[in-house]
């Protein structure tokens, strides 16, 4: 049985401070879940919000590490930092870091290696803009994005990624894929991961659905037998939401 989860995504919002209280609430109300939880925070909250949750059933994410081992690049954060924190997984390849900092299929391939290296799960995104959408461009578009990072990983390396489908023109904007659209390319996904690395690879592999998933519309998109859970950025922000979206899944 594969891996069901709900992740959370911070991105950048809340202080250190802020973000004690709304791991706090979480740590209170999500005790006993029906599904791997994680949080993805700031690099600034990882430490402590690590500790917080050390006895929780609430696992901790960096949202991006350097693509760099260490040394003199300054103001980067390196897998091995991410890991001494206690976080143990790192989102990486979002829409936000590709379109925003310029991080390409390479760079996403020297980061998941270094998060692998260190023992972080890689939660990798991908996902088309409108425009491929609207040309239906969907597919190559994923494929190329896995191709170009992950597929040359080897098929143990591979087990320990989760996967997240996040449509860029869903995320932030309200609109959120149908379940059949979602079904469609989740299927589709696990097809290509099947092809590369088995059937039972594929089985075991954990893909998430994000982009405007909320507390509404999550339990319906959960209930396609390819989406594994949620990726969450703006729900996750308040514990009530948050959690009624772990309850969906
Ligand atoms: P959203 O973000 O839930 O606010 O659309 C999802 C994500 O970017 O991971």
Request: charged content about 25%.
């Given at each position: 049985m594969r891996t069901k989860m709900v992740a959370g995504n911070w991105k950048m919002n809340m202080t250190l401070q802020e973000g004690v209280v709304l791991a706090t609430e979480l740590k209170n109300q999500v005790?006993?879940?029906?599904c791997a939880v994680v949080i993805g925070t700031p690099f600034i909250h990882l430490a402590t919000v690590a500790e917080l949750l050390k006895d929780s059933p609430i696992a901790v994410a960096a949202e991006n590490c350097a693509?760099?081992?260490?040394?003199?690049?300054?103001g980067e954060v390196s897998a091995a930092m991410v890991a001494s924190t206690g976080a143990e997984y790192c989102i990486l390849g979002h829409s936000e870091r590709r379109a925003y900092?310029?991080?390409?299929y390479e760079i996403l391939k020297d980061k998941v290696e270094l998060a692998l290296a260190n023992n972080l799960r890689p939660i990798f995104c991908i996902g088309e803009v409108k425009e491929e959408r609207e040309a239906g461009k969907q597919n190559e578009v994923v494929k190329a994005q896995l191709e170009g990072s992950v597929f040359h990983l080897s098929a143990e390396d591979f087990g320990k990624i989760v996967l997240a489908y996040e449509p860029v023109w869903a995320i932030g904007t309200g609109l959120t894929a149908t379940p059949e659209q979602a079904q469609e390319i989740h299927a589709y996904i696990r097809g290509l991961v099947a092809e590369k690395y088995g059937e039972q690879v594929a089985e075991d592999c954990t893909i998430l659905y994000g982009g405007s998933c909320n507390a509404k519309n999550a339990a319906e998109l959960f209930a396609n037998p390819d989406v594994d859970g949620g990726l969450i950025?703006?729900?996750?922000?308040?514990a009530a939401d948050f959690c009624a979206i772990i309850a969906a899944r």
């Open positions: 005790v006993n879940p029906s693509d760099k081992e260490k040394g003199a690049y300054t900092y310029g991080e390409t950025g703006g729900a996750s922000l308040k």
